[in-house]
């Protein structure tokens, strides 16, 4: 699987703690999906690392939401042409003496290697595993409360009580055939991260309105602030315009308005 993309938080050495929480608003269903998947892909990852059979019966349980996002009839045709117009993008670069041709041709092996190996597979995402038996057997239980009890899958029970070994090499095998999926889907939105120049903003009375430029469409905005503020940003956005509303965490637990004025850093990437 691919590994962690873009830090959700900014780490500080010095103090060893998180100085900065990194929010995400997509502008459209693509980006929205594929920042879904980009949330699975990580969090398999990081429960195949573990040993607990806990952890592992959520990673299949990621593996099947994987499945459910990459139902969608156009969303591996919605990938590969995003990988062929990044392609075309990066290609218009070649002899570009600002740019360093030994990372540009680079990334344009991995567009071409994510492109052959996602065109390559058979259907949507994870089909393959639709033909095995055992693991739709979990999958038809495992949205039910409870409904993995061992009296209900006593074959799932066993395979659970195996060494963790076993189980993480039946994992990785599994995962294996969404793995064209999660280097295509990192790929890209890496891509569309580079894309956007940070800006310092101030929010006034905790309101921020941005009109954005015409002829331009962003499709996703990323928004750096403070962990010491404890603010929440409440993001709303469309092709014309961006809105952010700051709110508070009280010990309510409820989000209150704040009327403070707060600065942060917006990108908007395109």
Not at 90 to 113: C, F, M, S, T, V
Not at 210 to 238: C, D, H, K, M, V
Request: aromatic share 8%; proline share 4%; hydrophobic share 40%.
């Amino acid at each position: 699987m691919s590994e962690k993309l873009a830090s959700s938080s900014g780490y500080d050495s010095a103090t060893g703690k998180i100085s900065v929480i990194l929010y995400e608003y997509p502008f459209n269903e693509r980006i929205r999906t594929y920042l879904r998947l980009e949330h699975l892909f990580l969090r398999l990852a990081e429960l195949m690392t573990r040993e607990s059979p806990l952890d592992h019966h959520f990673a299949i349980a990621t593996i099947f939401e994987v499945m459910d996002v990459g139902a969608r009839a156009d969303l591996k045709s919605d990938v590969l042409k995003d990988l062929d117009k990044q392609k075309q993008v990066l290609n218009a670069y070649r002899g570009n003496p600002a740019i360093a041709e030994g990372i540009l041709n680079h990334i344009l092996q991995k567009l071409d290697w994510c492109f052959g190996a996602l065109n390559a597979q058979p259907g949507k995402a994870g089909q393959t595993l639709t033909e095995n038996d055992w693991l739709m057997s979990i999958r038809s239980r495992v949205g039910i409360p409870g409904g993995t009890c061992a009296f209900d899958l006593p074959a799932y029970f066993c395979w659970q009580q195996t060494e963790a070994a076993g189980r993480q090499s039946d994992l990785r095998r599994w995962a294996s055939t969404l793995a064209p999926l999660s280097e295509s889907i990192h790929l890209l939105l890496k891509l569309l991260r580079d894309s956007g120049s940070p800006q310092k903003v101030m929010a006034v009375g905790g309101q921020f309105q941005q009109n954005l430029p015409p002829g331009r469409t962003f499709q996703l905005l990323r928004l750096a602030l403070s962990n010491q503020s404890g603010l929440i940003p409440e993001i709303s956005g469309n092709r014309l315009m961006v809105s952010i509303r700051l709110m508070r965490h009280e010990d309510d637990d409820r989000l209150h308005t704040c009327s403070e004025d707060a600065s942060f850093e917006i990108t908007l990437c395109s």
